[in-house]
């Protein structure tokens, strides 16, 4: 019998704990719940990753909609990133 496995948030949970809960007391202790230095952080990274440049003209946003990752800016061609 073939079995999907099935993912397990709780278990990657515990195994990344510390650094999750780092991460969270951070953001609640800046009180930037939305955008803030955390998600520049993570677009930064998260650009790096996916090898794609941020600047002169951020290629990566965090948010939730497109209204939240607009920032007041038009978006960089991200064709490379998404295969659109």
Known sequence: ???IPQCSPRANYLIHKEEIDRA???VLESGSYILGDEVEAFE???AAEVGVAQYPKPAC?????RSDSHK???PADVSRVNGC
């Not at 946003?61 to 909609?65: D, L, Q």
């Open 61 to 65: 946003h965090a948010g939730g909609n």
């Open 44 to 46: 930064k990274e998260f």
């Open 72 to 74: 007041g800016s038009q």
């Open 1 to 3: 019998m073939f079995t």
């Open 24 to 26: 969270i007391a951070r």
